[in-house]
């Protein structure tokens, strides 16, 4: 870490090197494999970049296609003398060799100033695949770099261990299925994921993955992982990697697709030109997607604003509105286990059960990389020099953390904090009313077919139309395929007389999915179970490879 702030400054405009550090001050100056590799930081924090790219020829990148323009964007923050050009794209092209569209992303009109940004092409048709194909390859392509001339068990065997209520365990299977040196392990309640989520990741027969019914709710499966982490035996006897949104790589893979469809925009609209202003709307549920969006404009994408959408689990529109960050406190009766997953902290007392299930969270857990951004601005307002900011940042979002891990809440935060927040961000709040009223209304006016957790987006679209300037474009994003979450939407659907789920929004891919041939272990509610499992079939799968 250089002493001096000023100059450190300056020198990063002039150098490509990017090191990165973490959320809470105590670990800095890591590389991207580092961070890559850890996932979350020593001190508890999330891992950020040290300084934010300005994009500053990002016009130029007009024409490029989704894995070029990844190439442009990715390079920006992995220095060449990590991984090289040429590297990183036989990464990235190996990544989206996968998708079916394309244009990997498409865009899609809907009406004048509302535009759908499809994110859903990948193999398990949600908009984590963007993120997860991306870091299995990179994944391999750091361990196979680090075992260059080892053999047997010398070798670094990476064990990923992931809990899911449905999209992160199938999007991390896939990612890394059939993958040199890693093995993965996903556990998932028993009986509590969608018939189709569950066949999309038991039919995975590669032996390097490993898919563990567990005796339990989903926050259970969460414990056990946290568990892992946490203990001796399992961290002596395993190399453990994580693959939950807490990784700075999803991040990273996300920024793209906000470049992407802002061209795709400008050529398909004659009045808009490259600088105008445009307005994304994002469902969220643990600030991750739409995270990636406040990378993009920082870097100097020009968006006017980012509209976070939230289900009824809506601690960021709370935030927004008061500036306090307050976990839920349930005023009905507590649902049995929340549907929470990709590290989110769920608790069966706070968290509400929706139609759109991959938002269900009590805490979202990257909204700490934006509070280091807001805590650091504020710092800066003392004139000091970047290291002290950074230092002060680094106290500001730990002691935030603290209180909300002691108290269930911080805040409200200052009001020069909550100001800068709202000049990036908006929120609004949408209900499982208005969310199959959504589905309904697009249907008929449109006939497309939104899945809930799109539908939360283009409710929250709507409002923004109705309040601003008729000219003022929007991109909303469309994170999961509608097949998906098929009982929302027969449910928004049903009086539609004309509408054939099995006709129009069925894949190919989901048929007889159900029926194919099936690997998956039972585990019983108990951490040292699964632990000394996860520990034999490593070891089985290891012995099988000759080591
Ligand atoms: C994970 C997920 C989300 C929420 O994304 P975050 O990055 O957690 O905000 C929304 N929709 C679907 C379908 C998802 O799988």
Same mark, same amino acid.
């Given at each position: 870490?250089?002493?001096?702030?000023?100059?450190?400054?300056?020198? !990063?405009?002039?150098?490509?090197?990017?090191?990165?550090?973490?959320?809470?001050?105590?670990?800095?100056?890591?590389?991207?494999? !580092?961070?890559?590799?850890?996932?979350?930081?020593?001190?508890?924090?999330?891992?950020?970049?040290?300084?934010?790219?300005?994009?500053?020829?990002?016009?130029?990148?007009?024409?490029?296609?989704?894995?070029?323009?990844?190439?442009?964007?990715?390079?920006?923050?992995?220095?060449?003398?990590?991984?090289?050009?040429?590297?990183?794209?036989?990464?990235?092209?190996?990544?989206?060799?996968?998708?079916?569209?394309?244009?990997?992303?498409?865009?899609?009109?809907?009406?004048?100033?509302?535009?759908?940004?499809?994110?859903?092409?990948?193999?398990?048709?949600?908009?984590?695949?963007?993120?997860?194909?991306?870091?299995?390859?990179?994944?391999?392509?750091?361990?196979?770099?680090?075992?260059?001339?080892?053999?047997?068990?010398?070798?670094?065997?990476?064990?990923?261990?992931?809990?899911?209520?449905?999209?992160?365990?199938?999007?991390?299977? /896939?990612?890394?299925?059939?993958?040199?040196?890693?093995?993965?392990?996903?556990?998932?309640?028993?009986?509590?994921?969608?018939?189709?989520?569950?066949?999309?990741?038991?039919?995975?027969?590669?032996?390097?993955?490993?898919?563990?019914?567990?005796?339990?709710?989903?926050?259970?499966?969460?414990?056990?992982?946290?568990?892992? $982490?946490?203990?001796?035996?399992?961290?002596?006897?395993?190399?453990?990697?994580?693959?939950?949104?807490?990784?700075?790589?999803?991040?990273?893979?996300?920024?793209?697709?906000?470049?992407?469809?802002?061209?795709?925009?400008?050529?398909?609209?004659?009045?808009?030109?490259?600088?105008?202003?445009?307005?994304?709307?994002?469902?969220?549920?643990?600030?991750?997607?739409?995270?990636?969006? /406040?990378?993009?404009?920082?870097?100097?994408?020009?968006?006017?604003?980012?509209?976070?959408? *939230?289900?009824?689990?809506?601690?960021?529109?709370?935030?927004?509105?008061?500036?306090?960050?307050?976990?839920?406190?349930?005023?009905?009766?507590?649902?049995?286990?929340?549907?929470?997953?990709?590290?989110?902290?769920?608790?069966?007392?706070?968290?509400?059960?929706?139609?759109?299930?991959?938002?269900?969270?009590?805490?979202?857990?990257?909204?700490?990389?934006?509070?280091?951004?807001?805590?650091?601005?504020?710092?800066?307002?003392?004139?000091?020099?970047?290291?002290?900011?950074?230092?002060?940042?680094?106290?500001?979002?730990?002691?935030?953390?603290?209180?909300?891990?002691?108290?269930?809440?911080?805040?409200?935060?200052?009001?020069?904090?909550?100001?800068?927040?709202?000049?990036?961000?908006?929120?609004?709040?949408?209900?499982?009313?208005?969310?199959?009223?959504?589905?309904?209304?697009? /249907?008929?006016?449109?006939?497309?077919?939104?899945?809930?957790?799109?539908?939360?987006?283009?409710?929250?679209?709507?409002?923004?139309?109705?309040?601003?300037?008729?000219?003022?474009?929007?991109?909303?994003?469309?994170?999961?395929?509608?097949?998906?979450?098929?009982?929302?939407?027969?449910?928004?659907?049903?009086?539609?007389?004309?509408?054939? $789920?099995?006709?129009?929004?069925?894949?190919?891919?989901?048929?007889?999915?159900?029926?194919?041939?099936?690997?998956? *272990?039972?585990?019983?509610?108990?951490?040292?179970?699964?632990?000394?499992?996860?520990?034999?079939?490593?070891?089985?799968?290891?012995?099988?490879?000759?080591?």
């Amino acid at each position: 870490m250089a002493t001096n702030g000023v100059h450190n400054a300056k020198e !990063e405009t002039h150098t490509t090197s990017q090191r990165y550090l973490s959320t809470r001050g105590d670990d800095y100056d890591c590389s991207f494999e !580092e961070v890559v590799l850890k996932g979350l930081a020593s001190d508890g924090g999330l891992y950020i970049p040290e300084h934010i790219p300005q994009a500053s020829s990002w016009q130029s990148w007009k024409d490029l296609s989704f894995p070029d323009l990844a190439l442009e964007v990715m390079s920006l923050y992995i220095s060449p003398a990590e991984i090289p050009r040429s590297d990183l794209k036989k990464i990235i092209d190996t990544s989206y060799s996968t998708f079916r569209a394309p244009e990997t992303t498409p865009l899609v009109h809907l009406t004048d100033n509302i535009h759908l940004l499809e994110l859903f092409h990948g193999p398990t048709f949600a908009f984590k695949d963007v993120a997860l194909q991306f870091l299995g390859n990179l994944f391999e392509y750091f361990l196979v770099r680090k075992n260059e001339g080892k053999t047997g068990r010398d070798r670094h065997h990476l064990t990923v261990v992931g809990a899911t209520s449905g999209d992160t365990g199938s999007a991390a299977i /896939y990612g890394l299925r059939g993958k040199k040196d890693v093995s993965v392990f996903i556990m998932f309640p028993t009986g509590r994921v969608s018939p189709v989520q569950e066949a999309q990741m038991t039919t995975v027969l590669d032996k390097n993955v490993h898919c563990l019914s567990v005796d339990g709710t989903f926050d259970d499966c969460q414990d056990i992982v946290k568990a892992m $982490f946490g203990d001796e035996d399992a961290n002596k006897n395993l190399k453990l990697g994580a693959v939950n949104s807490i990784n700075w790589a999803r991040i990273l893979a996300q920024i793209v697709y906000y470049f992407h469809s802002y061209f795709a925009l400008a050529k398909s609209n004659a009045e808009f030109k490259l600088g105008d202003q445009v307005r994304f709307v994002v469902p969220t549920g643990n600030f991750g997607d739409i995270l990636a969006g /406040y990378f993009a404009k920082r870097m100097g994408l020009p968006i006017e604003r980012l509209v976070i959408a *939230t289900n009824e689990n809506d601690i960021l529109d709370r935030f927004w509105k008061t500036g306090k960050y307050e976990k839920q406190v349930a005023k009905e009766p507590a649902t049995v286990g929340g549907l929470a997953e990709d590290g989110a902290q769920a608790h069966p007392d706070g968290v509400k059960e929706t139609l759109s299930p991959a938002m269900d969270i009590l805490v979202s857990s990257n909204f700490e990389r934006l509070l280091w951004f807001l805590a650091y601005e504020f710092a800066e307002t003392a004139k000091m020099d970047t290291e002290w900011n950074k230092k002060q940042a680094g106290q500001e979002v730990s002691k935030w953390l603290k209180d909300l891990k002691t108290t269930g809440s911080f805040g409200p935060v200052y009001q020069d904090v909550l100001k800068s927040a709202k000049r990036d961000f908006e929120s609004e709040r949408v209900t499982d009313e208005q969310t199959l009223e959504t589905i309904k209304d697009t /249907y008929q006016k449109l006939k497309y077919v939104l899945d809930p957790h799109s539908a939360v987006g283009i409710a929250a679209t709507q409002r923004s139309t109705e309040r601003n300037d008729k000219s003022l474009q929007h991109i909303s994003l469309s994170t999961a395929h509608p097949a998906k979450f098929s009982g929302a939407v027969e449910m928004a659907l049903k009086e539609e007389k004309e509408f054939d $789920f099995a006709k129009q929004v069925l894949p190919t891919e989901f048929i007889g999915l159900e029926q194919q041939e099936k690997r998956v *272990t039972t585990a019983p509610n108990d951490f040292k179970h699964v632990r000394e499992l996860v520990k034999k079939q490593v070891d089985e799968e290891l012995k099988a490879l000759g080591y």
